[in-house]
């Protein structure tokens, strides 16, 4: 019953290095999402999926790219990392049955370091 | 997309109930009202959700005003395994734009 998982947990890049963060759901949602966490804020919208092949911008898309070829995957990009990227991101899932009504899982955070 | 507004903080003593409000004035039919809360360290974690009627589970309940601009979720006996930041969402139609405020942080008093 893994859920939402999270690859890696931490991570230290340095100035301009890309990465990838893994995020992998086994719940066959269709909806997945990616956010990041900045120190005693709130959570922010990256991008989102509805469905595999489909993505979209959320609130701070700028910097990240991201791709969504299974149902299951859902990874993010980081091209040429930047100090301000340095937060904890949160990947989640949702189901599609009733959209809005449906409970989103998160998984356990990769927290990222950009020096 | 319709937002919320909570208290940044609040207080409880333990054993205690707790009540936490949120505003969604600006809420439209379709939107449902969902509440999440991320302990120290983790994840976010689902609560409780509902669209009109209140709502019961074995974490929480949530109250829903009758013109669905606000709502109140109540922890009926606070413990201190309960402190955490609580989050107030709407989900719409377009569901996966689903966007978090900064929350409510839950201090409980032994």
């Known amino acids: 019953n893994a859920g939402v998982t999270q690859t890696p947990k931490f991570r230290i890049l340095k100035i301009g290095q890309s990465m990838t963060l893994q995020c992998t759901q086994d719940m066959n949602h269709n909806y997945m999402y990616w956010y990041r966490q900045d120190p005693g804020m709130g959570l922010k919208l990256i991008y989102y999926s509805v469905g595999a092949g489909i993505t979209d911008k959320g609130e701070v898309p700028n910097g990240y790219n991201v791709s969504r070829s299974t149902t299951e995957d859902f990874p993010l990009r980081l091209e040429l990392a930047a100090p301000s990227q340095t937060s904890v991101y949160f990947c989640?899932?949702?189901?599609?049955?009733?959209?809005?009504?449906?409970?989103?899982?998160f998984g356990s955070g990769t927290q990222l370091s950009v020096l | 997309d319709a937002k919320t507004t909570q208290p940044n903080s609040m207080e409880s003593n333990e054993e205690e109930p707790v009540h936490l409000p949120c505003n969604h004035s600006t809420i439209s039919g379709t939107d449902y009202i969902h509440w999440y809360r991320q302990l120290p360290s983790q994840g976010p974690e689902y609560v409780i959700h509902?669209?009109?009627s209140n709502v019961n589970n074995r974490m929480a309940s949530l109250a829903i005003a009758e013109d669905r601009k606000s709502s109140t979720l109540i922890l009926h006996r606070a413990t201190l395994r309960d402190a955490a930041v609580y989050y107030c969402?709407?989900?719409?139609?377009?569901?996966?734009?689903?966007?978090f405020g900064d929350g409510t942080t839950l201090t409980v008093k032994p």
């Open positions: 969402i709407l989900r719409g139609t377009n569901a996966g734009k689903s966007t």
């Open positions: 509902g669209l009109t």
């Open positions: 989640a899932s949702s189901g599609l049955v009733g959209a809005a009504g449906e409970k989103l899982f």
